[in-house]
């Protein structure tokens, strides 16, 4: 890196940083928090926990910000990954080309924060732009798409046999709809932009056919994987395309955004032209005319028309749609209950219906005259217990997520009881307050159900909650270290919690204060729950 883009990459994140101390004042304002001034990113996390502790967990938080959960997940998790990066930050020191990409990302949440809650006024400007960058955004994401399409052509050069290819990764409906969408066989120019991208992400695709390309070293290094990378960035690629496929101006945060996240993309791909590994020139895609340049943009409006937008993440991997989630061990036992009690349902009418026959036959014959009809005595009600759910309707309690997430937090066993025994799921994030309020009797109470915990990949989450309340001073009590043990004992997140401990022994070791020891004892701990 010469020393004008160093200057210039840092002229850049420092922008960013002051964006960022700017906004989290407001923030912190709206969630009852008075500062006078914005710090750095630690500091801006270690204050939205303040938060979370005094408004009651993070739902809540979410709510002054009206956010959903995912949006608040995503939130925090971008402002992590940034004080990972850049704890603190003092004038005039070194910064990354990983580091800027932190920092901006995160200005283009709090710009999306800032379209969910008008009031918030901050300003996230970085620059004045002008129509030159929105050109070449334009061009940008064409050679994105481009790079991946010709990636995907050149492991897959015969169409029928990638045609066959893509009905073993999704299906043949899917196959015939992009063949319909698309130009006369060609299958990738049906295809929405999130889906070739999904054919490059995906882990075993990626490792077979793309991964010689991409992992250099030199760039897709903001997480520690290339292809988790390029994953988040394509992701944000997306997002950004469909701004343009509706004729919306980019922000001078995501015009920056992009450009950083072209360069990465495309320089291995480059060097690799440069040294004959590929055919790809991404250099010879970016030299594009007027016309060219509309036409795909007008394909791309044409395309959006039709699929009604590209609105799927780039998720990790390729999930077939065929695959059915196996029953847990609570349906099975209410298919098979539901079964037996069929089963006898239909004994006691026959057991009935031949009782009335036997009483009708042994009757003796009578005149028809005086042929009166016989009385059956009433049988006797039964009256079972009621159920948990009818239990909770005579309590007047609504059957929905917020009455049960209500009875957790306020450590309500009894009330969590009956919806558990009723039927109803649950998930990890929401144990976050009791957690806190250290409330293990309502918590004790989930695990005695933990097929009912449906969460998606939970784990990221509540490991992240965790760390950061235990380096508040919290410990790792028994029952956090059952919670972990219960559902972040698979492959991948014991992976990744490795890689968290060597990466806070690195820093440890480079800076060894007393927060980066601490910050390492705390991921070593937790490592050594779930391994």
Not at 193 to 214: C, G, I, P, T
Not at 284 to 295: I, R, T, Y
Not at 448 to 461: A, H, L, N, S
Request: proline share 4%; glycine share 4%.
């Amino acid at each position: 890196m010469t020393s004008s883009t160093s200057h210039h990459i840092r002229g850049q994140f420092e922008q960013c940083i002051g964006i960022i101390r700017l906004a989290s004042v407001e923030i912190l304002l709206l969630l009852d928090l008075r500062v006078s001034e914005g710090k750095d990113p630690r500091w801006f996390l270690e204050q939205l926990d303040t938060a979370r502790l005094g408004l009651g967990g993070w739902g809540p938080v979410a709510k002054r910000l009206n956010l959903n959960d995912a949006e608040m997940s995503d939130f925090t998790l971008q402002l992590r990954l940034l004080q990972q990066r850049v704890p603190q930050y003092e004038s005039g020191q070194d910064v990354s080309e990983n580091q800027l990409i932190a920092a901006v990302r995160f200005v283009t949440s709090l710009e999306h924060l800032r379209l969910q809650q008008p009031l918030l006024s901050y300003n996230t400007d970085l620059a004045p732009g002008n129509e030159s960058q929105q050109l070449q955004a334009h061009k940008q994401v064409r050679a994105i798409e481009l790079i991946i399409r010709s990636l995907i052509m050149q492991a897959w050069p015969d169409q029928v046999r990638l045609n066959n290819h893509l009905k073993t990764l999704f299906n043949a409906d899917r196959v015939r709809r992009w063949l319909k969408l698309g130009e006369r066989n060609d299958v990738l120019s049906g295809m929405m932009f999130s889906e070739m991208a999904q054919m490059l992400v995906d882990k075993k695709e990626f490792s077979r056919y793309y991964s010689r390309l991409f992992n250099d070293g030199t760039n897709l290094t903001l997480l520690v994987e290339p292809r988790k990378t390029l994953q988040i960035f394509l992701d944000d690629i997306r997002q950004i395309r469909n701004a343009l496929t509706v004729q919306q101006t980019l922000t001078s945060a995501q015009l920056l955004m992009l450009d950083n996240y072209y360069g990465q993309i495309s320089r291995p791909i480059q060097r690799a032209f440069e040294e004959g590994r590929t055919r790809i020139n991404p250099t010879g895609l970016m030299a594009v005319d007027a016309s060219e340049l509309h036409s795909f943009w007008e394909n791309a409006q044409k395309m959006d028309r039709q699929t009604g937008g590209d609105l799927f993440e780039v998720r990790d991997s390729i999930e077939k749609p065929t695959q059915r989630a196996p029953r847990t061990p609570e349906q099975r036992d209410q298919l098979i209950s539901g079964t037996l009690w069929g089963a006898v349902g239909v004994m006691v009418l026959a057991i009935i219906a031949g009782g009335v026959w036997l009483v009708f036959s042994e009757m003796p014959s009578a005149p028809a005259a005086t042929v009166t009809a016989p009385v059956q005595a009433p049988l006797p009600e039964t009256r079972d217990k009621p159920s948990p759910r009818e239990k909770l309707t005579k309590m007047g309690v609504t059957w929905d997520e917020n009455s049960l997430r209500s009875a957790i937090d306020r450590n309500d066993t009894r009330m969590t009881l009956l919806f558990l025994q009723s039927g109803m799921d649950w998930k990890l994030s929401w144990t976050e307050q009791a957690m806190a309020a250290k409330n293990d009797e309502v918590l004790e109470v989930l695990m005695r159900y933990p097929q009912k915990m449906v969460e998606e990949k939970p784990c990221r989450r509540f490991i992240s909650t965790l760390s950061h309340a235990m380096s508040n001073g919290e410990s790792l009590t028994s029952v956090r270290k059952q919670f972990l043990a219960a559902f972040c004992t698979v492959p991948a997140v014991v992976k990744r919690q490795k890689r968290e401990v060597e990466q806070a022994t690195l820093r440890a070791q480079a800076q060894p204060d007393e927060s980066n020891k601490r910050w390492q004892s705390i991921q070593t701990d937790i490592y050594d729950v779930i391994r």
